[in-house]
């Protein structure tokens, strides 16, 4: 069983920046695809990005390349997702994501962290 906690959601003006983080709790993170999704309000939840378990592979949706940055700590059981130059369509509930296979999520998620993007 593994569970996943999000932090560092928030308001912020289009331009800037915030950090998210996954904490998780259980043995089998640090051998597993890590990931970041997202539903915007009145729409389904999309994939954003994803880290390899040992951090050589990273994969991201085009609507947010160039952009975010996806790393991982496997001591610290954490993965990070540092978006910058946000956009109002960002706003979203993000959601953290472990088991991933290619684009498709995994078994387990956080509970999800709100961003908003407004001025």
């Known amino acids: 069983q593994v569970q996943l906690v999000e932090s560092g959601g928030g308001l912020v003006q289009p331009g800037g920046s915030l950090r998210l983080s996954c904490t998780a709790s259980?043995?089998?993170?640090?051998?597993?695809?890590a990931g970041w999704f997202r539903q915007p309000p009145g729409k389904e939840r999309e994939f954003v990005a994803s880290i390899s378990w040992g951090a050589t592979i990273a994969r991201y949706s085009d609507s947010v390349k160039g952009r975010f940055t996806i790393s991982r700590d496997n001591a610290k059981k954490t993965v990070y997702l540092q978006m910058n130059t946000l956009k109002p369509e960002d706003t979203a509930v993000y959601y953290c994501?472990?088991?991933?296979?290619?684009?498709?999520?995994?078994?387990?998620w956080g509970q999800g962290t709100q961003v908003t993007v407004s001025s």
């Open positions: 259980g043995r089998t993170f640090s051998s597993s695809t």
């Open positions: 994501n472990t088991g991933l296979v290619a684009y498709s999520p995994g078994d387990y």
